[in-house]
């Protein structure tokens, strides 16, 4: 107030009724034709301090509003991998406006209507990072809304992986006559902006999925069979692998080992920098290309690059919260994003010190890049707001009610949570403030459980009366 005060004291002394205060001169200056001018030239002085008063006191309240919002937001995110219980704790600090970009134009909690819903999507699969999963997802997706997918040809089942994707690998478009786009990509391939970009329309969300990468090696190592494509012959064969990687590396990309490798072509490296070469980082395959792996600033300029033309990099140790951030992103429904767990093995390997350190040396590159979208993603969360960890509970609860209804849960003691209405055939999940009320049925179940990329291809072909005499056969 006191502010206000001085400002007013100043006004009349700019005035007549103040001329008692004012020297002669003063006087003089409001007995004349210029008092008009000087009245209005203290009016704009007084509107500008004004206005800058207030801008402070907005920013100093906009200030306090986030702190007391992080305080309020900041908490112990907790889930359990393979090594054990891991915390994770979101900080306020490490908030960067960058976050937003993604989310400026998020839809409302409750979503009435379907206008906002994105249907045109590319999906980047990182080889072991809960893709096949995600697959049940999107390929579900895909069918109920009747998408354009860009699909395999023949019996293959990727887009030319791990090579750059060709016109070869695909079948075209299932779209309306002289609509060239597709809506949706889904299966294995490398990322190839220029390609990519051309096939789909400009709004299109580019998304992918990562895993923190010795977790992701150790399940690379076992699906692939390391231990027989090296010939390894130990009690640990994950560590000796490592003790002596140059020599086994060397073993299992040759011709030799060809006929005994699952899809991965002579001279391709499974262990070393994996998902930055499916997110289409130059890693020095195939031979005689470039390999920026090693080069830290450049790897950083690539990551920063892969951050502005993806929408959305999940993280696989996170799959609920992951998967709500995508529900929101593309206004999706809580049905739309519930899966079932495929390609998920169980394996043990002994480990020795040092051998964690080892493989972190040997692809340092797919660990900068965990590091930097690990953060990236928890940016992403904290800007949602304090309903979102309320939104990952709830749909963590329909999606557990799930395994249970449909069979799929690996506790005998599970049950459906009692919010929930169950029947032999029906499970019926009631309106929430993040949903809709929704049902989910046997054949709903059993759509979780089929092989939709081959309903897809069946459904292309039924469409456009499509027929593939001489696929391509680079990988698999």
Request: aromatic share 12%; glycine share 4%.
């Amino acid at each position: 107030m006191s502010l206000y005060k001085d400002l007013h004291a100043f006004y009349v002394q700019c005035t007549c009724n103040g001329m008692a205060r004012l020297s002669r001169t003063s006087r003089r200056l409001c007995s004349y034709k210029v008092l008009p001018l000087a009245v209005l030239f203290c009016m704009c002085v007084i509107l500008a301090v004004l206005i800058l008063h207030l801008t402070v006191v907005l920013e100093a309240e906009d200030t306090f509003n986030d702190g007391r919002e992080g305080i309020e937001e900041g908490e112990t995110v907790q889930k359990d991998v393979e090594s054990g219980n891991v915390e994770e704790v979101i900080k306020l600090e490490s908030l960067k406006d960058e976050a937003k970009k993604v989310f400026d134009n998020r839809p409302p909690e409750l979503i009435n209507n379907r206008d906002c819903q994105v249907r045109n999507f590319v999906f980047i699969k990182c080889m072991k990072c809960a893709t096949e999963t995600m697959g049940t997802i999107l390929r579900r997706f895909a069918l109920k809304n009747k998408l354009s997918v860009l699909l395999p040809r023949g019996l293959n089942i990727y887009l030319g992986w791990p090579y750059m994707m060709e016109s070869s690998d695909y079948r075209p478009s299932s779209s309306p006559s002289g609509y060239r786009y597709y809506n949706c990509l889904i299966e294995h391939a490398i990322y190839n902006a220029s390609v990519m970009k051309a096939l789909f329309p400009h709004q299109t969300r580019f998304i992918s999925i990562i895993r923190e990468p010795w977790s992701h090696f150790k399940s690379t190592f076992n699906y692939f069979n390391m231990q027989k494509l090296a010939h390894i012959v130990s009690d640990t064969p994950l560590s000796t692998y490592l003790q002596d990687i140059n020599t086994y590396e060397k073993i299992y990309k040759s011709p030799e080992a060809a006929s005994y490798r699952y899809c991965i072509p002579d001279g391709f490296s499974v262990t070393k920098n994996l998902m930055c070469h499916c997110l289409g980082m130059k890693t020095g395959f195939p031979e005689g290309t470039a390999d920026i792996s090693k080069n830290t600033r450049a790897v950083q300029d690539f990551l920063n690059w892969t951050e502005n033309e993806f929408a959305l990099i999940m993280i696989a140790e996170y799959f609920h919260e992951s998967l709500v951030l995508l529900k929101r992103m593309m206004c999706w429904t809580m049905k739309d994003i519930i899966y079932k767990r495929v390609n998920s093995a169980k394996y043990k390997y002994e480990e020795n010190d040092g051998d964690r350190a080892i493989h972190e040396r040997w692809s340092r590159a797919d660990y900068q890049m965990y590091n930097f979208f690990n953060e990236s993603f928890w940016e992403k969360v904290i800007y949602q707001g304090k309903t979102f960890n309320q939104e990952v509970q709830v749909f963590t609860r329909i999606q557990n009610s799930v395994n249970v209804f449909c069979n799929f849960s690996t506790d005998p003691s599970a049950k459906v949570d009692a919010m929930f209405n169950v029947t032999k055939d029906i499970l019926s999940i009631p309106t929430t403030k993040f949903s809709l009320d929704f049902t989910f049925t046997q054949d709903d179940c059993e759509l979780l459980s089929s092989d939709l990329l081959s309903t897809l291809k069946e459904q292309h072909e039924e469409n456009i009366k499509y027929e593939d005499k001489d696929p391509p056969k680079r990988t698999c």
